[in-house]
C-alpha cells in the first residue's frame, strides 16, 4: 500500500527558509515520478515541483525557481523540498505525490498523480 506523509510545515518569517520532508512507504522512490504541490483556499492545486522517474529531470514552477530545490534520499525513501527566500504567497498547504507513469509535459497538472499525502501547512508571515 502506497503511502505519503508529508512533515516540516511551519510559521515562518518572510525570507526564511524551511525544509519540507516527505516519508514514502509501500513503494520504491526511484520508481516513481514524485512531486510537490501546493494548494491555498478557493484555488486549484498548484504543482511545485517535481523529479521525472525517466531521466531524473527535475522541474519548478517559474514562481519558486531559485528559492526552492527538491531532492531525495533514496536509502531512506524520503523526499525533501527545501524552501528558502520565501514569501507571503508561499503560504500554502503543500502536498507531495508520486506516480508510476508521468507525462513530463503535464508534471504541474494534479490528474498526471495517482498518490498523495494529507498536506503540511506552510505560512509565511511577519
Known amino acids: 500500500q502506497v503511502e505519503l506523509v508529508e512533515s516540516g510545515g511551519g510559521l515562518v518569517q518572510p525570507g526564511g527558509s524551511l525544509r519540507l520532508s516527505c516519508a514514502a512507504s509501500g513503494f520504491t522512490l526511484d520508481h516513481y515520478a514524485i512531486g510537490w504541490f501546493r494548494q491555498t483556499p478557493g484555488k486549484d492545486r498548484e504543482g511545485v515541483s517535481c523529479i521525472s522517474n525517466t531521466d531524473a529531470r527535475t522541474y519548478y514552477t517559474d514562481s519558486v525557481k531559485g528559492r526552492f530545490t527538491i531532492s531525495t534520499d533514496n536509502t531512506k525513501n524520503m523526499l525533501y523540498l527545501q524552501m528558502n527566500s520565501l514569501k507571503p504567497e508561499d503560504t500554502a498547504v503543500y502536498y507531495c505525490?508520486?506516480?508510476?507513469?508521468?507525462?513530463?509535459?503535464?508534471?504541474?497538472?494534479?490528474?498526471?498523480?495517482?498518490?498523495w499525502g494529507q498536506g503540511t501547512q506552510v505560512t509565511v508571515s511577519s
Open positions: 505525490a508520486a506516480t508510476v507513469i508521468l507525462a513530463d509535459s503535464s508534471w504541474y497538472h494534479p490528474l498526471a498523480w495517482e498518490f
